[in-house]
């Protein structure tokens, strides 16, 4: 895994929420790898009831796009296409991201790639929009 920045700069677009109402504790991070790893740490020094998520911020201006694939030996090397996800202002993700094809893939189980880096998978590809792309991740 990569370290990744925004293009926008030194943003903190995402955001990782662990517990409930009141007590909930929410951080802000630059990118989707700290924010993930950032969720199972506080998720294992919590109780084993609490739950987490993490998502884009409400208020970023547009959805961003990530391109991710299953880390080596989750899967044979044919099947490690860079995927496209996007993730939308407001909207809260757990353990899973679903790509344009339609893949669903654990977050356990993926690495995050710039833009342009590994062999893309076509029917991503296919089903991503042309205009208004969302903004990309960077390595």
């Given at each position: 895994m990569g370290n990744h920045?925004?293009?926008?700069g030194?943003?903190?677009p995402?955001v990782?929420?662990?517990?409930?109402g009141e007590?909930?504790r929410q951080?802000?991070v630059?990118d989707?790898?700290?924010?993930?790893?950032t969720?199972?740490?506080i998720l294992?020094e919590?109780l084993?009831?609490v739950?987490?998520?993490?998502?884009?911020?409400?208020e970023?201006p547009e959805?961003?796009s990530?391109?991710?694939?299953?880390?080596?030996g989750?899967?044979g090397?044919?099947?490690?296409?860079?995927h496209i996800?996007?993730?939308?202002?407001g909207d809260?993700?757990?353990?899973?991201?679903?790509a344009?094809?339609?893949?669903?893939?654990?977050?356990?189980?993926?690495?995050?790639l710039?833009?342009g880096e590994g062999?893309?998978c076509?029917?991503c590809?296919?089903r991503a929009p042309l205009?208004?792309?969302?903004?990309q991740?960077?390595?």
């Amino acid at each position: 895994m990569g370290n990744h920045s925004l293009t926008t700069g030194d943003a903190r677009p995402f955001v990782v929420a662990v517990g409930e109402g009141e007590a909930a504790r929410q951080l802000t991070v630059s990118d989707p790898e700290t924010a993930f790893d950032t969720l199972v740490r506080i998720l294992a020094e919590s109780l084993p009831d609490v739950s987490g998520a993490w998502g884009l911020s409400a208020e970023w201006p547009e959805p961003i796009s990530l391109v991710v694939r299953y880390r080596r030996g989750v899967v044979g090397e044919t099947r490690r296409a860079a995927h496209i996800v996007v993730m939308r202002p407001g909207d809260w993700h757990g353990d899973t991201l679903s790509a344009w094809c339609g893949a669903t893939i654990a977050i356990t189980d993926l690495e995050f790639l710039t833009p342009g880096e590994g062999m893309p998978c076509i029917p991503c590809l296919r089903r991503a929009p042309l205009s208004n792309t969302p903004q990309q991740v960077r390595a």
